[in-house]
C-alpha cells in the first residue's frame, strides 16, 4: 500500500528563520511530488511540485527531492507568521498516464513572531 | 481572479439519503476532480473526470458515488445513500492541463462542501 508519512509536528520557528518540513514516501515507483498548504478550515493550495532529484526554488521556497532515499523536502526561507499552515505532501505514481495522489497527514507549522 | 465555487458550504443529511454537491470550476479548465477529507484524516483522491466521463477514480469512490457535468459549467458528486462516514468536507479542484502532464499542474481548489450525515 502506497503511505505518505509526515511529522504531523507542530514545527515551531521563528519569524525570519528557515522552516524545514520533510516527508517520505514507500511507493519507489513514485514519480511526481507536491506540497500544499492547507490553512485550517480552508482548502489546499498547492505551492510547488518537483519530478527531478535536486532542489527547486521558488521564491522563498524550495522543493527538495532524493528518490534513491524516497524523501521530499520543503524549505521556507525566512518564515513568516503568514507561514503558519498544516503542509501536505502528496505523491503520486503518474505512470502510465496515471494521476491517483496520495497524501500525507500533514507537518502543521507555527512561525512565531 | 477566477476561482473554483461550491454549494451549499455546509450540508447536513440522515443516514440513507442522496445528496448532491455542486462545483462551478474555473470556466477554461479542461479538468475535474472531487477529493474528501474526513476532519482531522488526509486528503483522499476520489475521482478525476475530463472530457465528459471518468478518467480516473480511488477504491473509496464506489457505487454509491457518481459525478456528472450536466451543463457547460457545473461538476456534481452524488452520494446516492450516504453512511456515517462519508461525513467529511468535499473538496472540488480543477486544471487546465493534465494532471500527468508536465506543464503547470497547479489544480484549483474550491473552499469545500462541508457533510455532516446523522
Known amino acids: 500500500q502506497k503511505e505518505v508519512e509526515q511529522n504531523s509536528g507542530p514545527l515551531s520557528v521563528p519569524e525570519g528563520a528557515i522552516a524545514s518540513l520533510n516527508c517520505t514516501y514507500s511507493?519507489?515507483?513514485?514519480?511526481?511530488f507536491f506540497w500544499y498548504r492547507q490553512y485550517s478550515g480552508k482548502s489546499p493550495e498547492l505551492i510547488m511540485f518537483?519530478?527531478?532529484?535536486g532542489d527547486k526554488e521558488d521564491g522563498r521556497f524550495t522543493a527538495q527531492l532524493n528518490k534513491a532515499s524516497q524523501y521530499v523536502s520543503l524549505l521556507i526561507r525566512d518564515s513568516q507568521p503568514s507561514d503558519s499552515a498544516t503542509y501536505l505532501c502528496?505523491?503520486?505514481?503518474?505512470?502510465?498516464?496515471?494521476?491517483?495522489?496520495?497524501f500525507g497527514r500533514g507537518t502543521s507549522l507555527i512561525v512565531h513572531p | 481572479e477566477p476561482e473554483v465555487t461550491q454549494t451549499p458550504s455546509h450540508q447536513v443529511t440522515q443516514m440513507g439519503q442522496e445528496v448532491i454537491l455542486r462545483c462551478v470550476p474555473i470556466?477554461?479548465?479542461?479538468?475535474f476532480y472531487w477529493y474528501r477529507q474526513i476532519l482531522g484524516q488526509k486528503v483522499e483522491f476520489l475521482v478525476s473526470?475530463?472530457?465528459?466521463?471518468?478518467?480516473?477514480k480511488s477504491e473509496i469512490f464506489d457505487d454509491q458515488f457518481s459525478v456528472e457535468r450536466p451543463d457547460g459549467s457545473n461538476f456534481t458528486l452524488k452520494i446516492r445513500s450516504t453512511k456515517l462516514e462519508d461525513s467529511a468536507m468535499y473538496f472540488c479542484?480543477?486544471?487546465?492541463?493534465?494532471?500527468?502532464?508536465?506543464?503547470?499542474?497547479?489544480?484549483?481548489f474550491g473552499p469545500g462542501t462541508r457533510l455532516l450525515v446523522l
Open positions: 473526470f475530463y472530457n465528459n466521463e471518468i478518467s480516473e
Open positions: 518537483i519530478y527531478s532529484n
Open positions: 470556466s477554461n479548465h479542461l479538468y
Open positions: 479542484a480543477s486544471s487546465y492541463n493534465s494532471p500527468i502532464s508536465r506543464r503547470a499542474e497547479t489544480q484549483y
Open positions: 502528496a505523491v503520486n505514481k503518474g505512470s502510465g498516464g496515471s494521476y491517483i495522489p496520495t
Open positions: 511507493d519507489r515507483g513514485s514519480q511526481s
